[in-house]
């Protein structure tokens, strides 16, 4: 149980154009959805909440506008990275915590790897 | 943004030894938990731990909450090579449910 998967698992794109990344969780009901970024050999870097039905809040330092969040249903996150430049090749993770499950626990999915030429 | 402080960073060790490593903070947290992570892949939950003191197994892991609040240790015993990969100490504080990750330790198992 609580699996959660990306799509797509990896995606190059232009610069200048966006791309859009999928959550999903698959067996389960996902009140939050987050999402991180990770650069290579650091750490995961929460970007923002996203709660289903509402708007997303973002941690300090992202711009709302360039990572659009839509939280649609208790099973979909997207994540629209919008005119996208070099400095935006990372790799992006979203994680969910179960509606019935503890509050505490995060389920991630396998990541979606972002490169920007 | 704020990081947890994990050591060591990286360490080799032989098939069959028993590892250990930490996580530090600043500040107290309600919620400690690991993860393990594998090179291209998302995090894995390995144990959640939510009381000051307590110590929870997962087979051949062992994690524990510091009774200060502010540090958590995990322990494996006899390890695999299948144990390679980075592990990641994550916490929260009150009144919040987001994360705030560890720096990571490194961990290579020699065969």
């Known amino acids: 149980g609580a699996v959660v998967s990306q799509h797509p698992s990896r995606v190059i794109c232009k610069s200048g154009t966006s791309v859009k990344i999928e959550c999903r969780s698959l067996d389960f009901q996902a009140t939050t959805m987050f999402w991180y970024r990770q650069f290579p050999k650091q750490s995961l870097m929460l970007m923002a909440t996203?709660?289903?039905?509402?708007?997303?809040?973002?941690e300090q330092g992202v711009e709302k506008d360039k990572f659009l969040i839509n939280h649609a249903s208790l099973t979909l996150s997207t994540l629209t990275v919008t005119s996208a430049h070099p400095e935006d090749s990372s790799f992006y993770i979203c994680?969910?915590?179960?509606?019935?499950?503890?509050?505490?626990?995060?389920?991630f999915g396998p990541g979606t790897r972002l490169t920007v030429t | 943004g704020q990081q947890l402080n994990q050591s060591p960073q990286s360490m080799f060790i032989q098939e069959g030894e028993d590892v250990s490593m930490n996580c530090t903070s600043s500040?107290?947290?309600?919620?400690w938990l690991w993860y393990k992570q594998d090179p291209g892949e998302g995090p894995v939950l390995l144990i959640a731990l939510y009381k000051a003191g307590e110590l929870t197994s997962n087979g051949r892991l062992t994690a524990q909450f510091g009774i200060t609040r502010k540090d958590s240790f995990l322990n494996i015993s006899a390890s695999i090579p299948s144990d390679v990969g980075i592990y990641f100490c994550a916490g929260t504080t009150s009144g919040t449910y987001k994360y705030i990750f560890g720096t990571g330790t490194r961990l290579k198992v020699l065969a």
């Open positions: 996203s709660n289903e039905g509402s708007k997303a809040t973002y």
């Open positions: 500040s107290i947290f309600n919620t």
């Open positions: 994680s969910a915590r179960e509606r019935q499950g503890s509050p505490y626990e995060q389920y």
